[in-house]
């Protein structure tokens, strides 16, 4: 795999290099033929005229004068500007004119010594010369101008064709060698250096896969971000990965706990019926009433719990529709109340009820939001002693706040975070109270389904305080 890895980008990057050698190589040649070929500047800028062209142009500045070689004043300009010099020649080789001449220049050249001149710099005269020529009086006169400036250059090269091909294949064929060498070395550590953190990150995500969660490095260099961001996502799993260790506890406890609290019910319906159907038996009917009140009772209480689990699942899977009517909260919150205190269980219980208005409408499932309050209201008291102080109060401002404070036990801290988690079942949970373990979460779901908020406060041996805006 690291291997496969590196070999592909290894490749991509010698190749890279290969071609852009190949298309350096073929651009400059052709760059150079167009020059050679059409004397179209491509090396040399437009501005800069090369010493050569300049010695060939130069003879329109020469004229006759009293039979006289002579140049004009601009050409004598274009050589001072140029740090130049010129002589003009018989076509013996004898100097007519000279302007600007170093001291030690030959009067006098031999058709050899004009061919050295051209060929070679003249240490003596410390210039750089350019033959040309031009017919003067009929006469077919030379000129030599000397350039003194250092940066005119000039070499001569003498090459056959065959040899100068044969030369550019060996040459090229070793250029190519050589630099995919370089490139093959340099490719090598560029590519260990950018694919050695990626067989990290990796090994890192097959970690992840084994749910190894306790990874941990370094962000630094070109992946610096990815490092950083595959450390946060190990986190993130990991704390998903204890939540949902929690949740399956928690999911463990509640199974066990309301599998025994549905057997209890169970088996007094069974123990009655069975009771009931024996011949041996024979019951009155005040006793056969008090049998099938306490089946009925226990049924009533198996199908609450049904329908707390339905209702959760459907909330959970937003698959609950709202039939939303016009209802007084005012009232709706009211009758919850009197109905809590006329069950002959809590008849004694203290709840307090208070509002600001007789009446504030809004639009909501009476039926859903009296379930989210009873379910509240009903885990303040079972939660709690007899002599517990519950008040109930309804205000409108910007939104309408419903709040259910009691003078209780408190909830532990610890215990907070999870009150409105499914299967939770708080720890002061008296052996009196059976049920699903799902009423404070269906009632956190009931209130969001409105778009509403619930939040709890609460200290031990102080109280608890709930807040719902709708």
């Not at 050679?36 to 006759?64: C, L, N, Q, W």
């Not at 990874?215 to 990815?226: A, M, S």
């Not at 009820?353 to 009476?366: G, L």
């Amino acid at each position: 795999m690291k291997w496969k890895l590196t070999g592909r980008f290894l490749f991509s990057v010698v190749l890279i290099v290969i071609l852009v050698i190949i298309i350096n190589i073929v651009t400059f040649l052709t760059l150079f033929i167009v020059e050679s070929a059409f004397h179209i500047p491509v090396f040399h800028g437009e501005k800069t005229e090369s010493a050569e062209s300049f010695t060939r142009d130069f003879k329109k500045y020469i004229t006759m004068s009293n039979n006289n070689p002579v140049i004009s004043d601009k050409g004598k300009r274009e050589l001072i500007d140029r740090k130049a010099w010129i002589q003009i020649l018989d076509e013996n080789g004898k100097e007519l004119y000279g302007y600007r001449l170093p001291k030690a220049i030959k009067k006098k050249y031999t058709p050899l010594d004009i061919v050295n001149a051209y060929k070679y710099v003249e240490e003596d005269i410390y210039a750089t010369v350019f033959v040309s020529g031009k017919e003067l009086n009929h006469h077919n006169n030379s000129y030599l101008i000397g350039f003194e400036s250092p940066y005119v250059k000039k070499i001569t090269w003498t090459y056959d064709s065959r040899d100068l091909m044969h030369n550019f294949k060996i040459g090229s064929i070793l250029l190519l060698l050589i630099d995919g060498l370089i490139a093959l070395l340099i490719g090598y550590f560029f590519s260990k250096r950018l694919t050695q953190p990626l067989y990290t990150l990796i090994n890192g995500i097959q970690r992840l896969a084994n749910k190894e969660y306790n990874l941990n490095y370094e962000p630094e260099g070109v992946y610096k971000d990815v490092f950083y961001n595959v450390n946060h996502l190990s986190y993130q799993l990991k704390a998903i990965e204890k939540e949902r260790e929690k949740l399956d506890k928690m999911k463990e406890e509640w199974v066990g706990n309301i599998s025994h609290d549905i057997k209890t019910p169970l088996a007094s319906i069974q123990g009655y019926a069975e009771m009931m159907k024996d011949k041996e038996y024979d019951f009155s009917i005040k006793e056969m009433r008090e049998y099938a009140e306490i089946i009925e009772r226990k049924s009533l209480y198996l199908k609450d719990v049904v329908e707390d689990l339905n209702l959760s699942i459907r909330l959970k899977n937003e698959k609950l529709s709202l039939n939303k009517t016009k209802t007084n909260l005012v009232e709706l919150l009211r009758s919850i109340v009197i109905d809590i205190l006329n069950d002959a269980k809590y008849s004694t219980r203290h709840i307090d009820f208070q509002y600001t208005e007789e009446k504030i409408d809004m639009e909501v499932d009476e039926l859903l939001i009296r379930r989210a309050i009873n379910n509240l209201i009903y885990n303040a008291i079972v939660h709690n002693d007899e002599n517990i102080q519950i008040t109930v109060s309804i205000e409108k401002k910007e939104r309408v706040h419903i709040i259910i404070k009691d003078n209780g036990r408190g909830i532990k801290k610890k215990e907070l975070d999870y009150i409105f988690d499914r299967y939770y079942r708080g720890t002061n949970t008296g052996e009196s109270h059976k049920g699903s373990g799902l009423g404070m979460a269906i009632a956190n779901d009931i209130i969001r389904t409105h778009n509403g908020e619930i939040t709890i406060d609460s200290m031990v041996d102080y109280g608890t305080t709930i807040e719902i805006q709708l």
